[in-house]
C-alpha cells in the first residue's frame, strides 16, 4: 500500500517516490495543501475500494497513520 | 423567466417550475446511485415542508429554523420550505463543533433543528443546552416521513421585506455575525446580472451549502435559468463527481483552483505527448466552459494558466452582508487585470479614505440583534462599510488592495495594507503562504515554505533565500513599507472554514 500512496502523493506534490517515508505529514513536511489532502483521500478511496470517515480524517497527519487507518477498513 | 416578476424565493420556485416543469433541476448521490429531482417535484417538495415548518409555530411570529449538514436535497427543501412560508432558515456551517452550534442556536433563536445524520449524536446535549429548540429533524430518518405527511398546497404569499435568513459570517477575526438577509436582498443579487446560462447548462456546486456564494450563484441561479445542479457528495469526490457529473459550470475558491491546476500539471508530466488543455478538459470532465471564483484572491498567473488552457475563467468580489455579489467578471474578458469584476447591476459603489462603500437593494438588513454593529457597518444614508481597501477605475471594475481592519498604522501615521506587501509576493513558488503583521513597531513576515520545493533545503539555504526574496520586495516599496523581520513557521496557518487565514493568530514561526 505504501507504493501505491507514494504514487499518488506525487499526483499533488513535486517529490520522488523514495524522498516520501512513513513518518512524513502531508502538510508539513510534503508541502501539500488541506484540499490537496482530500483530493488525495479520494483517490485512495477509488483505488482500494474503501469508504474513508470524514470525521476520522482530520486526525491522520503522516504517511503512515493513514495506512495504518486505511488497512482497518479494508480488513 | 420574468425576473422584474420574482420579489421572493417563494416566486422563484413557482417560476422555476412552471417554466422548466420535469426538466431535472437536482442530481445527488445516495450511495452509488444517483437520484434527480425535477424542478415540479422540488416546488413540490418545497410546500409539504412549508407545511411542516409553519405547523411548528406557536404565535404569529416567524418561526427560526437552523439548517447543518453536507449540501443535499433534503437541506435545500428544508431551507426552501422555511422560507417559503415566511419563517426564516439559519444555515449553519457544517464544521462547527458542537459547543459553537449550541451558542448560534441560542443566538438566533432558532425553534427547529435539522440536521444530518453526522449531527444526530449532538443531539441530546442541543436539547440540554438550547431550550428553546423544540423541533428536531434528522435527515435520513424524519425527511422522507415529513414529506408523506405534509400534503402540498400552494403558497401563502409572503412580503419581499420578510427575512429570509440568518447567516452567520465565519471572519478572520472576531465573534461571528448574524448576518440578516431579507427575501428581496437575495432575489436582487440573483437577479442583478444577466449571464449566458441556459436549461442545457449543469453546475456541480462544491461549495459548502451555508456559503451565501453557493447559496446566490449555484443555487438560486439555477432556479432562475433552469440549469442542471449536481450535488457534490464531499470534498473528497471532486474529481470523480467531475467526470460522473460532467458539469459546464463551476464556482471554486482559489484553493481548489490550486489543487486542480497542479493535478492538471501531473498528469501533463505524466504524458507529455498529449497537450495540456486536452488533459485539463479530460480532468474536469470534458463539457467544463465557464470557472468563476470567488471568496479570497486569485493569483492573475493562475487565472491565465486556465484561460490558456480553453476555459473562461472569471473572479468576483462580494461578501456575505451584500447577499453576496458586488462585482462580477466578464467571463469573456481575458485579460486578468488582477481586478475583481465589473459592478453588478444596481449596485452603487464609491470609496471614502480607500474603503469600498456600498449601496444596493442586495444589502443586508442589519446584523441579528447587534444593533451597534449594524450602526458601525451601515451609514444612516444606506451605505455598507466592505471593510476592503481598493478603488474602482474608469471601467467600474473593482480593484481590493487590502482589509481596512488589517491595516498597520506605523508610527509616522502611514497606513500600510499587509495584503498590499503579501501581494508581492504571489507567484514565488517556494512560499506557500505569507502573512505580514507588525511586531514591536516593525513590519514582520511570517512565511510557511512549499516543501514540495523547499524539501531538501538546509535551514540555512532556506533563510538565504527567503532573505534574498524580502529584500528584492522592499526595494519596491516606501522605506516606511519595509519589511524589517522575517520568521519561517513549520506548519500551515490556521484557516477559516472559507479557507482564508486567520489574521489574529499566534506567533509560530522562529525569526531567522
Same mark, same amino acid.
Given at each position: 500500500m505504501l507504493e501505491k500512496m507514494k504514487e499518488l502523493i506525487c499526483n499533488y506534490v513535486e517529490a520522488s517516490p523514495e524522498?516520501?517515508?512513513?513518518?512524513?505529514?502531508?502538510?508539513?513536511?510534503?508541502?501539500?495543501?488541506?484540499?490537496?489532502?482530500?483530493?488525495?483521500?479520494?483517490?485512495?478511496?477509488?483505488?482500494?475500494?474503501?469508504?474513508?470517515?470524514e470525521n476520522e480524517i482530520v486526525k491522520l497527519q503522516t504517511v503512515g497513520e493513514a495506512i495504518s487507518y486505511f488497512k482497518t477498513l479494508q480488513a | 423567466m420574468n425576473k422584474h416578476k420574482i420579489k421572493t424565493l417563494q416566486d422563484l420556485v413557482t417560476a422555476a417550475?412552471?417554466?422548466?416543469?420535469?426538466?431535472?433541476?437536482?442530481?445527488?448521490?445516495?450511495?452509488?446511485? #444517483?437520484?434527480?429531482?425535477?424542478?415540479?417535484?422540488?416546488?413540490e417538495d418545497v410546500q409539504r415542508m412549508t407545511a411542516f415548518v409553519s405547523s411548528k409555530r406557536s404565535t404569529d411570529k416567524p418561526i427560526h429554523a437552523?439548517?447543518?449538514?453536507?449540501?443535499s436535497y433534503a437541506w435545500l427543501v428544508s431551507y426552501f420550505g422555511t422560507v417559503c412560508g415566511g419563517n426564516a432558515? #439559519?444555515?449553519?456551517?457544517?464544521?462547527?463543533?458542537?459547543?459553537?452550534?449550541?451558542?448560534?442556536?441560542?443566538?438566533?433563536?432558532?425553534?427547529?433543528?435539522?440536521?444530518?445524520?453526522?449531527?444526530?449524536?449532538?443531539?441530546?446535549?442541543?436539547?440540554?443546552?438550547?431550550?428553546n429548540v423544540r423541533t428536531f429533524v434528522c435527515f435520513s430518518t424524519d425527511f422522507e416521513t415529513i414529506l408523506n405527511e405534509n400534503a402540498p398546497a400552494a403558497f401563502e404569499p409572503v412580503a419581499p421585506q420578510a427575512l429570509a435568513a440568518i447567516s452567520y459570517t465565519s471572519g478572520t477575526t472576531g465573534k461571528s455575525k448574524g448576518v440578516m438577509l431579507l427575501n428581496s436582498n437575495l432575489i436582487d443579487n440573483a437577479m442583478c446580472q444577466d449571464n449566458e446560462s441556459t436549461p442545457d447548462d449543469v453546475i456541480l456546486s462544491v461549495l459548502p451549502i451555508h456559503h451565501i456564494y453557493c447559496f446566490t450563484c449555484d443555487i438560486?441561479?439555477?432556479l432562475r435559468y433552469g440549469a442542471e445542479l449536481c450535488l457534490n457528495d464531499s470534498m473528497l469526490h471532486i474529481p470523480q463527481n467531475l467526470k460522473l457529473f460532467r458539469p459546464t459550470i463551476m464556482l471554486i475558491v482559489p484553493m481548489i483552483a490550486e489543487t486542480m491546476y497542479k493535478q492538471i500539471l501531473a498528469a501533463a508530466n505524466a504524458k507529455p505527448d498529449i497537450p495540456i488543455s486536452a488533459i485539463a478538459n479530460t480532468v474536469f470532465g470534458g463539457r467544463l466552459r465557464t470557472i468563476y471564483s470567488g471568496g479570497a484572491y486569485l493569483r492573475p498567473?493562475?487565472?491565465?494558466?486556465?484561460?490558456?488552457?480553453?476555459?473562461?475563467?472569471?473572479?468576483?468580489?462580494?461578501?456575505?452582508?451584500?447577499?453576496?455579489?458586488i462585482s462580477t467578471a466578464d467571463p469573456f474578458d481575458t485579460a486578468c487585470n488582477g481586478d475583481v469584476g465589473v459592478i453588478v447591476n444596481g449596485c452603487q459603489v464609491k470609496t471614502v479614505d480607500g474603503e469600498i462603500m456600498v449601496k444596493s437593494p442586495s444589502v443586508m438588513a442589519g446584523y441579528y440583534k447587534d444593533a451597534e454593529a449594524t450602526t458601525e457597518a451601515i451609514?444612516?444614508?444606506?451605505?455598507?462599510?466592505?471593510?476592503?481597501?481598493?478603488?474602482?477605475?474608469?471601467?467600474? !471594475?473593482?480593484?481590493?488592495?487590502?482589509?481596512?481592519?488589517?491595516?498597520i498604522i506605523l508610527s509616522n501615521g502611514e497606513n500600510v495594507s499587509p495584503e498590499e506587501l503579501e501581494n508581492k509576493f504571489a507567484g514565488t513558488d517556494y512560499i506557500a503562504e505569507i502573512l505580514v503583521y507588525t511586531e514591536d513597531s516593525v513590519i514582520c513576515a511570517e512565511i510557511f515554505p512549499d516543501?514540495?520545493?523547499?524539501?531538501?533545503?538546509?535551514?540555512?539555504?532556506?533563510?538565504?533565500?527567503?532573505?534574498?526574496?524580502?529584500?528584492?520586495?522592499?526595494?519596491? #516599496?516606501?522605506?516606511?513599507?519595509?519589511? !524589517?523581520?522575517?520568521?519561517? !513557521?513549520?506548519?500551515?496557518?490556521?484557516?477559516?472554514?472559507?479557507?482564508?487565514?486567520? !489574521?489574529?493568530?499566534? #506567533?509560530?514561526?522562529?525569526?531567522?
Open positions: 524522498d516520501i517515508t512513513e513518518n512524513a505529514r502531508f502538510i508539513e513536511d510534503l508541502g501539500m495543501n488541506s484540499y490537496d489532502f482530500m483530493c488525495l483521500l479520494g483517490d485512495i478511496e477509488t483505488e482500494f475500494d474503501i469508504s474513508v470517515d | 417550475a412552471k417554466e422548466y416543469g420535469d426538466n431535472i433541476f437536482l442530481k445527488e448521490k445516495h450511495g452509488k446511485d #444517483v437520484i434527480e429531482k425535477s424542478f415540479n417535484t422540488f416546488c437552523a439548517l447543518i449538514g453536507a449540501s432558515a #439559519v444555515p449553519l456551517d457544517a464544521q462547527l463543533g458542537c459547543s459553537d452550534i449550541c451558542e448560534l442556536l441560542n443566538r438566533s433563536d432558532s425553534e427547529i433543528f435539522f440536521c444530518d445524520s453526522r449531527y444526530e449524536s449532538m443531539i441530546p446535549e442541543i436539547q440540554q443546552s438550547c431550550p438560486l441561479c439555477c498567473e493562475l487565472q491565465k494558466a486556465y484561460i490558456d488552457m480553453g476555459f473562461q475563467m472569471a473572479q468576483g468580489y462580494g461578501m456575505t452582508e451584500c447577499s453576496p455579489r451609514t444612516p444614508d444606506g451605505w455598507l462599510h466592505t471593510g476592503d481597501l481598493g478603488y474602482v477605475d474608469d471601467k467600474n !471594475r473593482i480593484f481590493i488592495t487590502g482589509r481596512k481592519k488589517n491595516l516543501n514540495n520545493i523547499c524539501i531538501n533545503w538546509t535551514d540555512e539555504e532556506l533563510a538565504a533565500k527567503f532573505h534574498e526574496t524580502v529584500d528584492a520586495v522592499n526595494k519596491t #516599496v516606501t522605506s516606511a513599507k519595509t519589511i !524589517r523581520r522575517l520568521r519561517i !513557521r513549520e506548519v500551515e496557518f490556521d484557516k477559516t472554514t472559507s479557507k482564508k487565514i486567520r !489574521r489574529s493568530q499566534a #506567533v509560530q514561526g522562529h525569526q531567522v
